[in-house]
Nanobody
Framework: QVQLVESGGGSVQAEDSLRLSCAASGLPFSRYIVGWFRQAPGKEREFVGTISWSSETTYYADSVKGRFTISGDNAKNTVYLQMNSLKPEDTAVYYC??????????????????????WGQGTQVTVSS
């Protein structure tokens, strides 16, 4: 049974940092693509970033590029979302998701909700000004 569990959310001030974790069981991240998404109240879920573990390839939404970084710990089967210079508009529930596959040079990047098969329950991030 595949399970993704996010943690690390909380309430912070603008310009602070947070690191979210996505721990997986039932699937080896080494053979999967992981995506981070977020959903603010009253808005649709949006893409944040994605990583292909095997190729160490990452891709980010323009809104977080340069501030957020995705990385992984193979030994812990965990993917991280490091969020720096947080802004109030980053307030949302953050979700990790996974699908089989890998990225290579020049790859198409998976940025749509329906392209991911497995989802975590989400963790709340609140950024106040």
């Amino acid at each position: 049974q595949v399970q993704l569990v996010e943690s690390g959310g909380g309430s912070v001030q603008a310009e602070d940092s947070l690191r979210l974790s996505c721990a997986a069981s039932g699937l080896p991240f080494s053979r999967y693509i992981v995506g981070w998404f977020r959903q603010a109240p009253g808005k649709e879920r949006e893409f944040v970033g994605t990583i292909s573990w095997s190729s160490e390839t990452t891709y980010y939404a323009d809104s977080v590029k340069g501030r957020f970084t995705i990385s992984g710990d193979n030994a812990k089967n965990t993917v991280y979302l490091q969020m720096n210079s947080l802004k109030p508009e980053d307030t949302a529930v953050y979700y990790c998701a996974a699908r089989e596959g890998t990225y290579s040079s020049g790859s198409y990047y998976y940025t749509k909700n329906y392209q991911y098969a497995y989802w975590g329950q989400g963790t709340q991030v609140t950024v106040s000004s």
